[in-house]
Nanobody, 127 residues
């Protein structure tokens, strides 16, 4: 099986920064270790939405328009860990952030192309 564990969330003031981590493990994770991965978020009362994604090599990155220029996705394959550096945070970034493995082809924004979701980490940005 594959387990993803997010960490690094917390309470921060508007304009502040946080760095989220997504650690991958499990007996079968090696089957997906070279797959793209992504970050999504879900605010209260809203649908889960795409935030960012990264290919195995890290050579191709994708961002939602709402976070471009403020968030940076990266991964350390030796550590089976993906990161999301979040700068210039805004109250509208408040959400539970999830990581997942992109197991299907197709667009990078669709939740249905991802699997093995983590439990999420709460990010709260105060104004």
């Amino acid at each position: 099986q594959v387990q993803l564990v997010e960490s690094g969330g917390g309470l921060v003031q508007s304009g502040g920064s946080l760095r989220l981590s997504c650690a991958a493990s499990g007996r079968t994770f090696s089957n997906y270790a070279n797959y793209p991965m992504g970050w999504f978020r879900q605010a209260p009362g809203k649908e889960r939405e795409f935030v960012a994604a990264i290919t195995w090599s890290g050579g191709t990155l994708y961002y939602a328009d709402s976070v471009k220029g403020r968030f940076t996705i990266s991964r350390d394959n030796a550590k089976n860990t993906m990161y999301l550096q979040m700068n210039s945070l805004k109250p509208e970034d408040t959400a539970v952030y999830y990581c997942a493995v992109k197991i299907r082809g197709g667009n990078w924004y669709s939740i249905s192309n991802y699997n093995y979701w983590g439990q999420g980490t709460q990010v709260t940005v105060s104004s």
